[in-house]
């Protein structure tokens, strides 16, 4: 089975707990994956600098948002903070215009700081928001990542979308632990069965919490790892 491997929400508090991951990962055998940076925490000189580090290793450095969280407003918002993405889906709040100059700045950010900054772009929680194709085309990335998929923003000026499978394993209730355990086994079987790559989404916490084993096991079950540039 291929696999597209993901760390996310990576801010100043998480580096440590990340360092740990990575070095986890790198015990496995997996090689350099997607690093998601949320560009508008507070970081500080040293903390830049580890960035730089992970670069420097061959792991690509992808924009993540901008605050990664939000308050939500809008009815639709706050039925998805309370299912899904817990007050962080900040892209939600905006309109076309506002979404686009948020992607805009997040890589500018990277680009600011001397970073290498990837063509891949994740939101938080994966919620892009209601963005017309015709100023989303307009964002410099070429790739961007949402739930069911990726958008591949084409030179051509049209917007592609790729369906792709995805495992998560951010189980902090026993609801989500099982939501998520059913989500998973599924989202491989169609990985399989499609011979498509699972997208395997690992955040800081996810050790921790109840799916770590699962987590472990798709990831050992994984013997091909790819990168989203290769898709």
């Known amino acids: ?27 496995m055998g997996i090689p350099p994956f997607s690093l998601l940076i949320v ?5 500080s000189p040293k903390a830049i600098d580890r960035l730089r580090k992970f670069a420097e290793r061959g792991y690509p450095i992808v924009p993540h948002g901008w605050h990664h969280h939000t308050r939500p407003r809008r009815l639709f918002h706050r039925i998805h903070s309370a299912l899904i993405s817990k007050e962080v889906a900040e892209h939600l709040d905006l309109d076309s215009e ?68 995805l495992a998560g394993y951010e189980a902090d209730s026993p609801f989500r632990a099982q ?15 499609n011979q498509q790559p699972l997208r395997i989404s690992i955040h800081p916490k996810d050790r921790t919490l109840p799916l770590a084993g699962q987590l472990e096991a798709q990831l050992k079950r994984a013997n091909h790892f790819i990168q989203y540039s290769d898709l």
């Open 179 to 193: 939501f998520l355990r059913r989500w998973n086994a599924y989202q491989e079987a169609q990985a399989r069965k």
């Open 39 to 43: 560009p508008g925490k507070a970081w």
């Open 98 to 165: 506002g979404i686009l100059k948020l992607l805009i700045r997040s890589k500018e950010w990277f680009i600011d700081h001397s970073i290498p900054v990837s063509q891949l772009y994740v939101p938080p929680a994966w919620a892009l928001g209601f963005i017309r194709s015709r100023t989303l085309i307009r964002a410099p990335f070429q790739q961007i990542e949402v739930t069911r998929g990726v958008l591949h923003l084409e030179p051509a000026g049209t917007v592609r979308f790729e369906k792709l499978p």
């Open 1 to 27: 089975m291929k696999a597209l491997v993901s760390l996310h929400d990576i801010m100043p508090e998480t580096l440590d707990s990340i360092e740990e991951i990575i070095q986890w990962l790198e015990r």
